[in-house]
């Protein structure tokens, strides 16, 4: 198979190279009969040890899934608070009234 930028892999085949590796394959032997380079077995090996509590260098999976979803919300939350913003200034001006309180954020 030609070798080069491919996608996302099925997480069956990421899950079959990782166990290959751990029963003593090695990610270069792996890769020649496999299209995923060598580095990317060995970063799909690392990231399933990260899951499985056998290496803390990281953010397991779940928390990667987790940071991407909080940083999905704080974005929608700072567009909806600009709207918001413009839309108080709008109805100050078009009311001639200055909104009580300021929220300095």
């Known amino acids: ?13 990421k899950a079959r190279l990782v166990e290959l590796v751990r029963a003593g394959r090695s990610p270069d032997d792996l890769a020649r009969q496999y299209e995923p380079t060598a580095q990317a077995i ?12 056998r290496r803390s260098d990281g953010l397991t999976t779940d928390e ?8 999905r919300e ?6 909806k608070r600009e709207i918001l913003k413009k839309a ?7 009311t001639g009234t200055v909104p009580s309180g300021s929220s300095n954020s």
């Open 88 to 94: 108080a200034a709008w109805f100050a001006r078009e």
């Open 42 to 53: 060995g970063n799909w090996v690392a990231q399933a040890d990260r899951d499985a509590k």
């Open 1 to 13: 198979m030609a070798k080069g930028h491919h996608g996302a892999y099925p997480a069956e085949l």
């Open 74 to 79: 704080n974005k929608s939350l700072r567009e």
């Open 64 to 71: 990667k899934q987790e940071l991407a979803r909080l940083r």
